[in-house]
């Protein structure tokens, strides 16, 4: 299976803060990762797919790269409803593999 | 607007089955593969696994393919989970989702709680 190490674990940011959530791959997966937020008592939802494709209706603020085998999720200006789960996904073989998480809050 | 939403949840006795259902709507549920997804009270997500939009393929993690089905009925829009032999590791929310580009949209999701 492929590993997708995700780091952050938690995250305490300011408001309009830049943010940035990594997760590295035990393996060459291209650009099939996807990032998805998991906002306080809600269902998760797609962010970012293909590595860098920003899904529909995600604001701006949100932006996917890839370096390699390191895939980072930045937020360029933290707002309150930015809080939640972030999970990185790795679609390039079955079975999928998620990070870990990484629980993002406000200072 | 798509919609999914789960059912068939609860409280179950360890090493009973359990089947559970997502009723989709707001897109051609026939052109796409689905997927599901759980995750734990500590909030760790398990992919558990996919099915081709003609329900002619499925793919599973290998940790619950022998106890776990993927099952899908395009008339009624709907998929289907039918669990096996569940432990008490089973506990989890479970998630059905569109897989296109990603698991572009989740349903609300639908508890189920192993303990005797």
């Known amino acids: 299976d492929i590993q997708m190490t995700q780091s952050p674990a938690s995250l305490s940011a300011s408001l309009e803060e830049i943010v940035t959530i990594t997760c590295q791959a035990s393996q060459d997966i291209g650009n099939w990762l996807s990032w998805y937020q998991q906002k306080p008592g809600k269902s998760p939802q797609l962010l970012i797919y293909g590595a860098t494709s920003l899904a529909d209706g995600v604001p701006s603020r949100f932006s996917g790269s890839r370096s390699g085998t390191q895939y980072s999720l930045k937020i360029s200006r933290l707002q309150v409803e930015d809080i939640g789960i972030y999970y990185c996904l790795q679609a390039y073989s079955a079975p999928l593999t998620f990070g870990s998480g990484t629980k993002l809050e406000i200072k | 607007e798509v919609q999914l939403v789960e059912s068939g949840g609860g409280l179950v006795q360890p090493g009973a089955s359990l089947k559970l259902s997502c009723v989709a709507s707001?897109?051609?549920?026939?052109?796409?593969?689905m997927s599901w997804v759980r995750q734990t009270p500590g909030k760790t997500m398990e992919w558990i696994g996919d099915?081709?939009?003609?329900?002619?393929?499925?793919n599973y993690a290998p940790s619950l393919k022998n106890r776990f089905t993927i099952s899908r009925d395009n008339a009624k829009s709907t998929l289907y989970l039918q669990m096996s032999n569940v432990r008490s590791e089973d506990t989890a929310t479970y998630y059905c989702t569109e897989t296109y580009y990603g698991l572009d949209y989740w349903g609300q999701g639908v508890m189920v709680t192993v303990s005797s």
């Open positions: 099915i081709k939009y003609d329900g002619s393929y499925t």
């Open positions: 707001g897109f051609t549920f026939s052109d796409y593969w």
